[in-house]
């Protein structure tokens, strides 16, 4: 049998999917060393093998075959468009994707105005304002700390992800538009799909069970 390689979020996302897979008995005893500094973990008992990468990342590991299954946020799986298979809505690390901004940013919303819009996900803007709204728009990419953006007039509004609503409260913003809702994706290399399919649903449905 030959080890199934899965590509993590470092972080909060990590310990979630991991403390997921444990129920199964399909996690990873190595990785609870958080002190440790090694990047491969093995579950030998299972066959399977873990790693740990940047979001973005994930899943450019799983197009290419470096990882056959995945985890990472909805958010980054549409910013990064690849050829893979979304199977698994974890329900861990819900928060929404919203159009944000000064209130006053409402009128030119609603009147379809020319407007200048901040976001990390360039993409997930423009297919919202072209595609959706069939609205023209300027579009700014930014690393971080998009809120900055209306507040010191580099934008009109931004396009970011709201959890809590707490960093827009304390910095005079609000949710004008709602894009979609976002969380914890399981995605699947499409090749591995094929010749593991079996090992894969299992490790699905097993998931499904304890989700
Ligand atoms: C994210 C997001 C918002 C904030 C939303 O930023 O971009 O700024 O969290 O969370 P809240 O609604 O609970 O306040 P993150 O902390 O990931 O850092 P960033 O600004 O560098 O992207």
Redesign the pocket.
């Known amino acids: 049998m030959r080890y199934l390689t899965f590509a993590l979020t470092k972080g909060r996302l990590a310990d979630k999917t991991l403390e997921l897979l444990e129920k199964n008995g399909l996690g990873c005893k190595e990785m609870e060393d958080k002190k440790s500094r090694k990047l491969i973990f093995v579950n030998e008992e299972k066959k399977l093998k873990f790693f740990l990468a940047k979001g973005p990342d994930v899943p450019t590991y799983v197009e290419h075959g470096a990882a056959d299954i995945g985890v990472t946020g909805k958010d980054i799986i549409m910013e990064e468009n690849r050829n893979i298979f979304e199977v698994l809505d974890l329900g861990f690390g819900k928060?929404r994707m919203c159009v944000c901004g000064p209130e006053e940013a409402r009128e030119k919303l609603r009147h379809h105005e020319m407007i200048r819009v901040a976001s990390?996900y360039p993409l997930i803007a423009k297919d919202y304002f072209h595609n959706k709204k069939h609205q023209t728009v300027d579009i700014i990419k930014l690393?971080?700390?998009?809120?900055l953006a209306p507040i010191v007039g580099l934008s009109d509004v931004i396009v970011?992800?709201?959890?809590?609503?707490?960093?827009?409260?304390?910095n005079g913003l609000s949710v004008l538009e709602e894009i979609c809702p976002l969380s914890a994706r399981m995605v699947v290399n499409q090749v591995s799909m094929r010749l593991e399919a079996e090992r894969i649903r299992k490790i699905i449905n097993d998931l499904k069970e304890v989700i």
């Open positions: 928060c990390k690393n971080g700390s998009i809120e970011d992800i709201v959890e809590t609503g707490a960093t827009l409260r304390e």
